[in-house]
Antibody, heavy 117, light 109 residues
Framework: EVQLVESGGGLVQPGGSLRLSCAASGFSFSSYWMAWVRQAPGKGLEWVAT????????YYVDSVEGRFTISRDNAKNSLSLQMISLSVDDTAVYYCVREDHSTYIYWGQGTLVTVFS | EIVLTQSPATLSASPGDRVTLSCRASQSVSTRLAWYQQKPGQAPRLLISGASTRATGIPARFSGSGSGTEFTLTISSLQSEDFAIYYC???????????FGQGTKLEIK
């Protein structure tokens, strides 16, 4: 069974940093592109970042470029999102997702990041 | 950036109704469009990919159609568990900036 379990969310002040992690199991992690998708409270879905299966390619939504870094450790079946210079606009539930032909079949349960002043 | 516009924002319907949700793209995405369902407190669930292919385990009452810039998701006979928010997503872009629509809330009349 495919499982994606996020951790690392919490409360942080504007300008602060946070690192999210996603533990993957039940599939060959190193074979799949992975992504982060977020959802602000009461709002819609927003793709945040994507990393290729081998970590050689990364892509970001413009609003996080230069502040967020997606990374992976294929030996540990884990995906991470390092977030710096956080603003209130980054408040959201962050989902770890597996890309299957560019769509998202498997999602984690999400981890809430709250940036408060 | 490809912008997806969903309509209506909210749709009120009754169990047993046939409903159609729309998604319009600002430029052609061919058939590289997916639909997701999200219930409160849950992660989204993929319903349709390739504009019309149901994902594994999705009931036949869900169907998708369209190509280019105009897409629809039809639920042939609403069940109580179908009341949720529905999002479309395009995945035509390269680099992979995969945008979502703003969602349509399907509520019980």
């Amino acid at each position: 069974e495919v499982q994606l379990v996020e951790s690392g969310g919490g409360l942080v002040q504007p300008g602060g940093s946070l690192r999210l992690s996603c533990a993957a199991s039940g599939f060959s992690f190193s074979s799949y592109w992975m992504a982060w998708v977020r959802q602000a409270p009461g709002k819609g879905l927003e793709w945040v970042a994507t990393m290729s299966h081998d970590g050689s390619l990364t892509y970001y939504v413009d609003s996080v470029e230069g502040r967020f870094t997606i990374s992976r450790d294929n030996a540990k079946n884990s995906l991470s999102l390092q977030m710096i210079s956080l603003s209130v606009d980054d408040t959201a539930v962050y989902y770890c997702v597996r890309e299957d032909h560019s769509t998202y079949i498997y999602w984690g349960q999400g981890t809430l990041v709250t940036v408060f002043s | 950036e490809i912008v997806l516009t969903q309509s209506p924002a909210t749709l009120s319907a009754s169990p047993g109704d046939r409903v159609t949700l729309s998604c319009r793209a600002s430029q052609s995405v061919s058939t590289r469009l997916a639909w997701y369902q999200q219930k409160p407190g849950q992660a989204p669930r993929l319903l349709i990919s390739g504009a019309s292919t149901r994902a594994t385990g999705i009931p036949a009452r869900f169907s998708g159609s369209g190509s280019g810039t105009e897409f629809t998701l039809t639920i042939s006979s609403l069940q109580s568990e179908d009341f949720a928010i529905y999002y479309c997503q395009q995945y035509k872009n390269w680099p992979p900036v995969y945008t979502f629509g703003q969602g349509t809330k399907l509520e019980i009349k």
